[in-house]
Every structure is written in structure tokens, then in C-alpha cells.
């Protein structure tokens, strides 16, 4: 466990971690109450209306953590938002966004001849993403995870109760859009695992320096690549899921070499 990570998770009680159960249910509500809101107006709203929803509500979602550090009189450093090793904590998220940037986003679209989307679109979907991506990483890794060592003292624990709840959080919401059935059991289980993988990745990314900048550029640049650079259409898209998901997969395989290696420098070094 890195130095700065072990002492600021090792500053928390019990009641902080209840209060980061109460947060996962907040988020619980949350996302239901988004997912309601896209199905209903999913007919009536335009895809950017809706788009614009999510962004205020993300704000709002944004705003709670907020308050409740600011109440708790913890600060923004407490979750992961300071400028300490800022360029270093950057450089490490940029370099595990070129993952997806490349196999999800450039590769297939120049292999297939797409279309890109105008710069203007661009730049609005790179705002879109950043602020759902620093919603969801503030609550789950800034917050949620930091806090639940108050809970659970093991490391082991601690990241898998974390990487338990990210998951479940998602399922309700996908459930109600249609991007899950019960009905395939397989298929969901299939999706709870992987994100429960990558709420371990963002973790393994957020404790190097204590930083939330290398798991928001990632999880930016990894949703953005895969929607946001060309213009698909119903055939394309079946192409652009299948190289996210082949991306998705280096970003695993990587940073599990990543954490190896460090992890194997830092005890040869000790």
C-alpha cells in the first residue's frame, strides 16, 4: 500500500464508513431516478437534451460529496483533489489513456473509413464525459472506497467491498434502460465482474499518488473513445463495441503489469 494512501485511509472511523454506505445509496437513487428520466422523456427529448440532463444531474450528484466533506471538515485532498504530484498523477492517467484512445477510438475508425464527428461536437462530448467520469470516480473511488476503511481495516477487504459496490450500483440503472435483462444471467454476471475489475484498476491508479486525476482521464478518454469520435451508425457500432471491449481488456492486462512491477521495484528497493 502506498505511503500517503495508508495514512489518509487510516484517518477514518465507523461513522464515515457508514456515511459512505449512505452515499451508495444516495447514488442507488440517484441513478434510478436518471435512468426514469431517460426512459420516460427517451421519446420526447433529443439525444443532447437528455445528454444535458445527466451533465446537471452529475453536478448535483458532485454537490453532495461536496457538502458532506465540507461538513465532515475534510477538504478536497481527502478525496483525491490536490495539486501534489499534479504533473506526475497526470502523466500515469494519459498513459493508460492511450488504451482506449487508440484501440477504441483511432484504430477502428481509420481501419473502417468512418466519418469523425465535427470538432465542435467533439469538444462537447469530451465535457459530457469528463463530467459524468469525475461524478461516478468521485463518489466510488474519492469517497466511497477511502471511507470504507473504517469498516474494514484489511486492504483486501476494504477494495473488495469497494469494487462490490460499484458493481451492484450500476445494475439497477442498466436493469431499467434495457441494457441488461435478467432473463441472461450469464451476460449479467459477465458485466458485474468487469466492473468490479475496474473499479480494482482505478483504485490501483487513485493510490499511487492519492490522486483522482489519472482514474478521471481515464475513465474520460475510455468512454469518450468509444462514442464520441466518429459518427456511427447501427452497423458501425456493433464494430466500435466489440474494439471497447478489446480495449477495455489491454487497460486490465496493463495495468495488472503496472502493479506487478511496481509492487516488485518497491520491495527489491526496500
Known amino acids: ?3 500517503r494512501y495508508n495514512q489518509e485511509v487510516a484517518k477514518y472511523g465507523k461513522k464515515d464508513g457508514i456515511v459512505a454506505l449512505c452515499l451508495f445509496l444516495f447514488y442507488c437513487l440517484w441513478s434510478v431516478g436518471f435512468a426514469l428520466i431517460v426512459r420516460a422523456f427517451n421519446d420526447t427529448l433529443t439525444g443532447l437534451q437528455l445528454q444535458i440532463v445527466g451533465i446537471f444531474l452529475s453536478i448535483l450528484l458532485i454537490a453532495v460529496v461536496v457538502v458532506m466533506i465540507f461538513i465532515k471538515k475534510q477538504g478536497f485532498s481527502s478525496i483525491g483533489l490536490h495539486r501534489e504530484k499534479l504533473g506526475s498523477a497526470t502523466r500515469l492517467g494519459i498513459m493508460f ?3 482506449p484512445l487508440i484501440i477504441a477510438g483511432l484504430l477502428p475508425g481509420i481501419m473502417y473509413g468512418w466519418e469523425l464527428v465535427s470538432i465542435g461536437l467533439m469538444v462537447y462530448f469530451l ?3 469528463l463530467v459524468l467520469a469525475s461524478a461516478e470516480d468521485i463518489v466510488f473511488v ?3 472506497q477511502t471511507r470504507l476503511y473504517g469498516l474494514f ?7 473488495g467491498v469497494g469494487a462490490a459496490l460499484f458493481s ?3 445494475v439497477p440503472a ?3 434502460m434495457g441494457n441488461l435483462d435478467l432473463d441472461n444471467l450469464l451476460f449479467l454476471m459477465i458485466f458485474i465482474i468487469f466492473w468490479a475489475v475496474m473499479h480494482w484498476v482505478s483504485v490501483c491508479l487513485f493510490r499511487k499518488y492519492f490522486s483522482l486525476v489519472p482514474v478521471i482521464i481515464l475513465h474520460t478518454i475510455s468512454n469518450f473513445s468509444q462514442t464520441s469520435l466518429w459518427v456511427l451508425t447501427d452497423e458501425n457500432r456493433e464494430y466500435a463495441e466489440w474494439w471497447a471491449m478489446v480495449a477495455m481488456i489491454a487497460i486490465i492486462i496493463a495495468v495488472c503489469v503496472w502493479n506487478w512491477y511496481t509492487g516488485r521495484s518497491k520491495k527489491v528497493a526496500e
Open 168 to 170: 451492484l450500483g450500476h
Open 142 to 144: 474519492g469517497f466511497i
Open 127 to 129: 465535457f459530457y464525459r
Open 153 to 159: 481495516k484489511s486492504d483486501k477487504q476494504a477494495i
Open 174 to 176: 442498466w436493469l431499467l
Open 97 to 99: 489513456a492511450l488504451i
Open 1 to 3: 500500500m502506498d505511503l
